[in-house]
T-cell receptor, first 115, second 116 residues
Framework: AQSVAQPEDQVKVAEGNPLTVKCTYSVSGNPYLFWYVQYPNRGLQFLLKYITGDNLVKGSYGFEAEFNKSQTSFHLKKPSALVSDSALYFCAVRDGNQAGTALIFGKGTTLSVSS | DGGITQSPKYLFRKEGQNVTLSCEQNLNHDAMYWYRQDPGQGLRLIYYSQIVNDFQKGDIAEGYSVSREKKESFPLTVTSAQKNPTAFYLC???????????????FGAGSRLTVL
């Protein structure tokens, strides 16, 4: 079975400071990892993904994430936060070795960036 | 513009009534999904379909039904058997093929169902 955990319900940072949103996962095969962002009353938007290759993945809006196989983590990062980054962030995982499986999402982390 | 259209955006239902949420995509995507979102619980998978006329149950399928008669359409029916249907429902789609499971999901804007 596959699962994903986001240990923090909320992350608060000041504008201009670096931000990290944490994600850990569990899959039996190769992990396919994704980050999505959701603004109020909207659908989710794709930020970035790790499938294979370089452990540091760069995505939209200046976000990046680092895949760490030994720690089974895929934390989302940004060097300098903006107030407009305030939103709900979801980490998701899929087992790349299992055909016919769907994407499983974490519970989400609310990011609040203060000016 | 290509995308996913969910309707209605807001829906109110009396207890005991079935309701159907529409999801249409013009992206020519093979796979379609329904997720339910509740505060503090993230997204939970209800049903998904990888090809026409075939679909699989997700983690919380009880009280829901779907059909996939056309590639572009994947309606979700919330039946009276669903004990707590008030939630935000999200439809998504993706290309299948290539490296299986590596493709990005495109989401609709969601439908908010409230049971009165």
């Amino acid at each position: 079975a596959q699962s994903v955990a986001q240990p923090e319900d909320q992350v608060k940072v000041a504008e201009g400071n670096p931000l990290t949103v944490k994600c850990t996962y569990s899959v039996s095969g190769n992990p396919y990892l994704f980050w999505y962002v959701q603004y109020p009353n909207r659908g989710l938007q794709f930020l970035l993904k790790y499938i294979t290759g370089d452990n540091l993945v760069k995505g939209s809006y200046g976000f990046e994430a680092e895949f760490n196989k030994s720690q089974t983590s895929f934390h989302l990062k940004k060097p300098s936060a903006l107030v407009s980054d305030s939103a709900l962030y979801f980490c998701a995982v899929r087992d790349g070795n299992q055909a016919g499986t769907a994407l499983i999402f974490g519970k989400g982390t609310t990011l609040s960036v203060s000016s | 513009d290509g995308g996913i259209t969910q309707s209605p955006k807001y829906l109110f239902r009396k207890e005991g009534q079935n309701v159907t949420l529409s999801c249409e995509q013009n992206l020519n995507h093979d796979a379609m999904y329904w997720y339910r979102q509740d505060p503090g619980q993230g997204l939970r998978l209800i049903y998904y379909s990888q090809i026409v006329n075939d679909f699989q149950k997700g983690d919380i399928a009880e009280g829901y039904s779907v059909s996939r008669e056309k590639k572009e359409s994947f309606p979700l029916t919330v039946t009276s058997a669903q004990k707590n249907p008030t939630a935000f429902y999200l439809c998504a789609s993706s290309i299948e093929g290539g490296r299986l499971g590596a493709n990005v999901l495109t989401f609709g804007a969601g439908s908010r169902l409230t049971v009165l």
